[in-house]
């Protein structure tokens, strides 16, 4: 039974969702911020530790089969789902014993928390029109980045309170507590108790025809023939890495590289997930203001993907300034701009798939990128020791301007 409506209610459902997020990204980060401590304690190797966050990456790498299911099974219950099992599993990491058993539980966590972009994509699909989706897109991405923000913080008050145990506790915790927010509040708008008729017309007159669902399930055939998900997927599979350095790899270099105790780690860690914040909000604010000048949708997209990825440059710098606090600069300009441009490519699975696609297409592209992290944290794993981390960022600076020529390439414009 509806009941008197909330103005605007697109946006607690959104709000909501940031929720998930940042318990989501505040999941995975723990064991990067922890990893000194970890690693020390279970003397674990560098190439052993890329093989434990390499699990993590197959793991997160079937996006597409849990986007598939969500888009046949919908999100209240099948996001709800995902959720309770990644928030067990984080929990479960205070039992972990040695590299193969934190593998383990990676793998296990990365298959769960890939649901995290497909539902998003999915959900900003539903609920918004297409002139505002990428805010609403901006505005959950910065979940992720806010959960990296608390990471280094709980981290340092678990490992001084009891141990690094208590921090995934935490995190975990706050799962459960979500996913029963998340079924008394979410619904689709068609049955959402509280939304207003005249919400429901203007997200239903704001959506592109073109763009409705068809089937109740996508056909992965077609979609795979598509070059507008390649032209989507490949930009991630050469940006995604970046995410993987600052989440998984940073604290580890502030440590061994920089002389950064604990301590330190959890003054300055935070600061470039905070810096690619203020990105979630900047890439959608270029895409509003080209389109205000004239500029079509996807053309104003792919023209602030194209700015983030030249800001991504300085990236390159951080492994040769000697001065540690200008290498954190760097490091802060790089999640700004990675942000930037990975909030605008991520959003456009909702403006050039249907309904019943978005969250499957959302997955493919998520796998093309966690492949690419995946291959990165290996390779980082097995040759830091040797080269050291200065090739590494140098790749990471040019890594997005080749993406910026593939999404101009392979993407087209809707007719």
Same mark, same amino acid.
């Given at each position: 039974m509806r009941i008197a409506?909330?103005p605007k ?7 909501? #969702?940031? *929720? ?8 995975r ?9 970890i690693?020390?304690?279970q ?7 890329g ?6 990456q ?14 046949g099974?919908?999100?209240r219950i099948?996001?709800a789902f995902?959720?309770a099992i990644?928030?067990l599993?984080t929990?479960?990491h205070?039992?972990?014993?040695g590299?193969? *058993?934190?593998?383990a539980?990676? *793998? ?6 890939g649901s995290?972009?497909?539902?998003g994509?999915?959900?900003i699909?539903?609920? #918004? ?12 991405n910065?979940?992720?980045s806010?959960g990296?923000?608390f990471a280094?913080?709980l981290?340092a008050?678990?490992?001084l309170?009891q141990?690094?145990?208590?921090a ?5 915790g706050?799962?459960i507590?979500?996913?029963?927010i ?10 959402h ?6 919400e ?6 704001g959506?592109?025809?073109?763009l409705a ?7 992965i055939?077609?979609?795979?023939k ?7 997927a490949?930009?991630?599979l050469?940006?995604d890495?970046?995410?993987g350095?600052l989440?998984?790899?940073m ?6 590289e920089?002389g950064?105790?604990? &301590?330190?780690?959890a003054?300055f860690?935070?600061?470039? #997930?905070l810096?690619?914040d ?7 604010? +270029? ?5 205000r ?14 700015l ?13 300034v000697t001065n540690?606090?200008v290498?954190?600069?760097l490091l ?8 930037t441009?990975? +909030?605008?490519v991520?959003t456009?699975a ?11 297409a959302?997955g493919?592209? *998520?796998l093309a990128g ?6 990165f944290s ?5 040759? +830091?020791?040797q080269?050291?981390y200065?090739?590494f960022?140098?790749l990471l ?7 910026a020529?593939?999404?101009? &390439?392979? +993407?087209?414009?809707?007719?």
């Open positions: 409506g909330i209610l697109r946006w607690t459902i959104i709000a909501l #969702f940031v *929720g998930a997020m940042i318990i989501n990204y505040l999941s980060s723990v064991l990067g911020v922890a990893a000194p401590v690693l020390t304690e003397g674990i190797s560098n190439e052993q530790y093989w434990i966050t390499g699990a993590f197959i793991g997160v790498m079937f996006q597409p089969l849990i986007g598939y299911v969500l888009d099974a919908g999100l099948g996001f995902c959720v990644w928030s599993i929990m479960a205070v039992f972990a014993q590299w193969l *058993g934190f593998a539980l990676r *793998g296990a966590l990365g298959l769960a928390e995290a972009q497909p539902a994509q999915k959900l699909a539903e609920w #918004f029109p297409s002139r505002e989706r990428g805010v609403a897109g901006g505005i959950y910065i979940g992720a806010f990296a923000v280094p913080p981290v008050w678990a490992v309170t141990s690094w145990r208590l995934f506790l935490v995190a975990g706050l799962g507590l979500w996913v029963l998340w079924l008394w509040w979410y619904e689709t708008p068609a049955r108790r509280h939304i207003r008729a005249e429901q017309r203007y997200i239903n007159e959506q592109e025809a073109r669902a068809t089937t109740a399930r996508p056909a055939l077609p979609l795979l598509r070059r507008d998900l390649w032209g989507i490949l930009p991630r050469l940006a890495p970046t995410w350095m989440s998984f790899w604290p580890l270099y502030l440590a061994r920089r950064f105790d604990l &301590t330190q780690i003054i860690a935070w600061l470039p #997930f810096a690619a203020l990105g979630c909000l900047f890439g959608p604010a +270029v895409v509003a203001f080209l389109q000048r004239g500029i079509n949708l996807i053309d104003a997209r792919r023209s602030a993907f194209t983030g990825a030249v800001m991504m440059t300085g990236m390159a710098l951080v492994g040769w540690p606090y290498a954190i600069a802060c300009l790089g999640g700004f701009a990675h942000q441009l990975s +909030v605008t991520i456009m909702s403006d050039l798939f249907r309904r019943n696609e978005v969250a499957t959302t493919f592209a *998520g966690n492949l690419g992290v995946l291959i290996l390779l980082i794993g097995g040759l +830091v020791d080269v050291g200065e090739p960022f140098v600076g040019v890594f997005d301007l080749v993406g020529a593939l999404l101009w &390439t392979l +993407v087209r414009k809707p007719v």
